[in-house]
């Protein structure tokens, strides 16, 4: 099923603004103020919305004692009654669902159509299809007749810390806990910083259908809260989205302490259009692949790759959706193009483009920030959908994340050139071909150094699939029965059958 399905329904958006949830740790089962705390950010209006707390190592402590007391118990129930519990908490979600994605949109300023159609039935999503992969995980058994009988126990490596970042909040918090529960570990969450609140709200639904303990949520900074959770002896493994730069020093951290890690890291993906492509489709997607969630998810075709005899008419249709689609307040139900997620992200997206013109690109659209904007949000972090063109494969522009509503459109002659281009950066997270060749999206696909694929699509997300990157992007795959694998610890008994 496609991530993007789903119908909008209607809210009183400004109404249940003003019903704001103050931002707790959740620990044991209860709600727990931290040392300090720092100040949350409405990026759409720059206005402050409310304190957050600010974690130490000594709150960190507190929460990975009591996961450690909860894991005994929770890891000696019954796959189907842990999977019931999920339910459960994927009910509360879900009923609360208005709630939810009114407090997402307001911390990151994506538009509230978006949180309410994707991030938050997906955020259930999640929790649901875990659920019912707790009940069905089991393990293999080996034999050699008359000699001996193998087994594998899994068993959950125990308390798992899970690390989040900002541009999906619950989505890929949930994402990373759902499974982690259901393989018998317990949890110690830390969200991000800039948009704790749904992961709060949560840990509020867990207090109703979790045996307390069970999961936890720290919030704070990376550094302390992240970095104690990360180097706490008492945590088994770390799984962990965000950037490639944190990442690595969450690898080599974890790697001295032989530590297992899943790090879900940047991407920098090519949309690689060949002259053989149904053009209507790809104009249908080749925008939203660019732009989505302001261009702010790690899977967004960042980079335009288009072969020369369609490269007009594609780079032609390209411009008019970026032109078309215009930035607008994030609470209103009919906006589809919000803000960033702070003043400081919009101004490092901005510095990107200005360094490319500098190096001799061409703005086909956009290029800067609105020029009008509904005075609700007139000081907000908005930045125009922006076209680029003649970019040399070794400007930053398209070696590094720029993670913002930033595309670059290059022109190949032959599909070894495109692989070239498409292969030539750090990352390798996703990829979109646009063919009609059979033979030529099968033998792409496979010279493409890229952890996903996509073949005449974007975005098209089965849960059970093996999810993540390589080089830059990544180690290791979410997803699935891979991801209930990374919680679980085999164990291989050997009975011996013969004399
Ligand atoms: P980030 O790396 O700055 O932060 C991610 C999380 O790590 C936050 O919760 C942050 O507080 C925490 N953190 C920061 N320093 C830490 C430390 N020293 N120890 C432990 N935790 C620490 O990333 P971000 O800016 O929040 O998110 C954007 C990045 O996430 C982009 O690079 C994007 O590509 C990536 N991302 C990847 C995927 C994927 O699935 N591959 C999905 C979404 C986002």
Redesign the pocket.
Known sequence: MADHAGTIPKTNSKAEANTRHEVRNWIGGEARVAAGTIENTDPATGAAIGPVPDSAPDDVDVAVATATAAFEGWAGLSGEDRGAMLHDLADAVEADLDRFAHAECVDSGKPIAVARSIDIPRSVRNLRFFAAAASQYASESHDVPRQMLGYTLRQPKGVVGA??????PLY?LTWKIAPALAAGCTVVA?????TPTTASMLGEKAGEALPPGVLNIVH????P???S??THPGVAAIT????????R??GETCGRDLKPCSL????KNPFVVFDDADIAKVSEHIARAAFSNQG????CGSRVLVQAGVYDAVVERLIADAKALVPGDPLEPETRFGALVSHDHRDKVAGYVERAVADGARVLAGGGVPETLPDRVRQGAFYLPTVLNHVRQDCAIIQE?V?GPVCTVQKFETEAEAIELANGTPYG?AASVWTESLTRAHRVSAALESGIVWVNCWMLRDLRTP???VKQ??VGR?GGWEAMRFFTEPKSVTINLGE
């Open positions: 690390i989040s970042p900002w541009n999906l890929l830390k969200p991000s910083e800039l704070g900074r990376g550094e809260a992240g970095a959770i990360v962990f989205t965000g950037s490639t730069k944190v990442g020093w969450i879900e890291l940047g991407g702010q998810i790690c899977l994340e993670f997270l999810f993540g990157g992007s990544g979410e």
